[in-house]
């Protein structure tokens, strides 16, 4: 079976080489033969089920978006939809609430639709109609990701493209392995604006991506707005690496972010590291520090070398203000308090500090993320712990984590040496750092998080992330170079069932995606473990 895939694979690959080499749009080269239509089995994430066969589908001039008996939600959903394949197509694809046999059909709810869970779809395709069904409107939106896959990559251009808009006939029952699939975004090392996380968001949601986690302050930067502190963000969110001008979002910038994920069904992640990584805020208020000293602003980029000081009264009256003004940002679950790297705080008073910050985030009605070091102290009950380790991590701090994991505390899998989209790809990687060696994209996908922590138990594993620290990076091509193609790689793993995995197979998929990239205009890592079709 595997065999007949990764054949079938070599022989789409080798079309739609073919299909892409000439600069036209797709169905334009090769004298006018037209591009087959994408298999249903080329998806990435890989869907849990698919069955090939039957007529296409082809979109064209009077094809409507229906939703018969549409809720707002699904209304939405629909009119994204449009927003997507209006331009390339051409065409108007009205957004309709009458039911009918033909166009594209997004069906929320309905029968056999229980089972695919709150994120699942199930996809047909025949000559008349391609249908998304699904239980939750989080699965219809996942399910549009699917469909534009499944269109030519001319689809994601911006301008008027020649057709036919095929897409094979089949279906697809789809849900994922893990309710936890992230990315993080380090705003704090270099600010990203509203608009450049709108655009990173765009490109999770299209590898159906759950979570966006931000990391709004570490030592060189604080970058949200805090009413009852704010020289937070108007002083210590005033620079960044480098030294340049920095920046912050207020409390609207941030609701926008929030509300723009959640549109594309990605829940925002709020992390305040602390104890350590707080120079930023130490700078900003002299009476955070043990010895009543503010520090300078910094734009090095070390380590552990700050931590807010755990014998003082105020602290925690910062930590609580903080913790409540986010939490009431906040529509997700989480809050992440960071709790890396304390290089500067004593184990006694890690601990001592965890006691008491972490009740304050269940105060405020929220979950605890930390990073693993909190398997350290004593996660609450119902944490979560971030695992960040690579193939040095230590015996014993990789034990005390499994040790965690089997008293319940949960994990969201980040290994650095597989899952940093920071890590350079090679030693020619002009952007980055290397300090848990080269990740190419291989490395990157070939692991298994369901054993990775060997002890962990199975259902400990909530998840996997992939965090992107920006002590190097500062432009959204930046962000783009080093995201792909790692990142649909660790999407997979957080949505495909282990079953589907395979590298020789995944790298002929993740090839086919780069035209897409090309026509989205994103600055994707040619990688030479991969094998792209000729450019565009
Ligand atoms: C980390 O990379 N310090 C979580």
């Excluded at 609450?380 to 040095?392: P, S």
Aim: charged letters at 20%.
């Amino acid at each position: 079976m595997r065999r007949r895939r990764l054949l079938f694979s070599l022989l789409l690959i080798a079309a739609a080489g073919l299909g892409t080499a000439a600069a036209e749009p797709p169905g334009a080269a090769g004298g006018g033969a037209t591009p087959a239509a994408t298999p249903l089995d080329q998806v990435v994430p890989a869907p849990a089920s698919v069955r090939g066969g039957g007529r296409a589908f082809t979109l064209g001039e009077g094809t409507r978006i229906r939703v018969p008996g549409g809720s707002g939600e699904a209304k939405r959903i629909a009119g994204y939809l449009a927003g997507l394949l209006r331009p390339a197509t051409g065409y108007d694809l009205p957004v309709t609430t009458k039911g009918g046999p033909d166009g594209i059909v997004l069906r929320l709810g309905g029968r056999g639709t229980g089972q695919l869970g709150a994120e699942g779809y199930r996809l047909t395709s025949g000559s008349r109609a391609v249908t998304i069904s699904a239980a939750r409107p989080a699965g219809l939106f996942h399910g549009v990701q699917t469909l534009r896959q499944l269109l030519p990559a001319g689809v994601e251009r911006r301008s008027a493209q020649r057709g036919p808009w095929r897409i094979a006939g089949g279906a697809i029952a789809d849900s994922p392995r893990y309710d936890y699939r992230g990315a993080m975004l380090d705003v704090s090392r270099h600010f990203f604006t509203v608009e450049q996380v709108k655009r990173y968001i765009d490109q999770l949601a299209a590898y159906k991506i759950n979570k966006l986690h931000l990391h709004l302050s570490d030592d060189q930067g604080w970058r949200i707005a805090i009413d009852s502190w704010p020289r937070l963000a108007t002083y210590g969110g005033s620079t960044q690496v480098g030294g340049g001008p920095g920046g912050h979002y207020t409390k609207d910038d941030y609701r926008e972010i929030v509300r723009y994920a959640a549109d594309r069904y990605l829940t925002v992640v709020p992390e305040i590291d602390m104890p350590g990584h707080t120079n930023a805020a130490l700078a900003s208020y002299a009476e955070l520090n043990c010895n009543g000293q503010a520090p300078p602003l910094y734009t090095g980029t070390n380590v552990g070398f700050s931590s807010l000081c755990v014998p003082k009264a105020v602290t925690y009256d910062f930590i609580d203000d903080v913790i409540r003004e986010i939490a009431a940002l906040t529509p997700g679950p989480y809050l992440h308090i960071g709790g890396d790297e304390a290089h500067s705080t004593s184990h006694e008073d890690y601990v001592a500090f965890m006691d008491k910050a972490q009740p304050v985030v269940a105060k405020y009605g929220k979950t605890v993320i930390g990073w693993h070091q909190l398997t350290g102290a004593h996660p609450a009950k119902g944490a979560v712990a971030q695992y960040w380790g690579y193939d040095k991590t230590g015996a014993q701090e990789q034990a005390q984590v499994v040790d965690a994991a089997r008293n319940g505390t949960r994990l969201v899998l980040s290994p650095a040496d597989r899952a940093y989209l920071d890590m350079k790809y090679d030693k020619n990687t002009p952007l980055g750092l290397s300090w848990a060696g080269y990740v190419d994209a291989k490395r990157s996908y070939d692991w298994d998080p369901g054993g990775y922590l060997k002890g962990a138990p199975e259902a400990s594993i909530l998840g996997v992330e992939a965090p992107m620290w920006t002590e190097t990076l500062s432009t959204s091509a930046h962000l783009e170079y080093m995201a792909f193609p790692r990142l649909p790689g660790i999407a997979e793993l957080g949505w495909s069932p282990a079953s589907t995995h395979d590298w020789e197979a995944y790298k002929y998929r993740l090839a086919a995606q780069a035209p897409r990239w090309e026509a989205l205009g994103i600055n994707y890592y040619r990688s030479p473990e991969v094998p792209w079709p000729h450019r565009g």
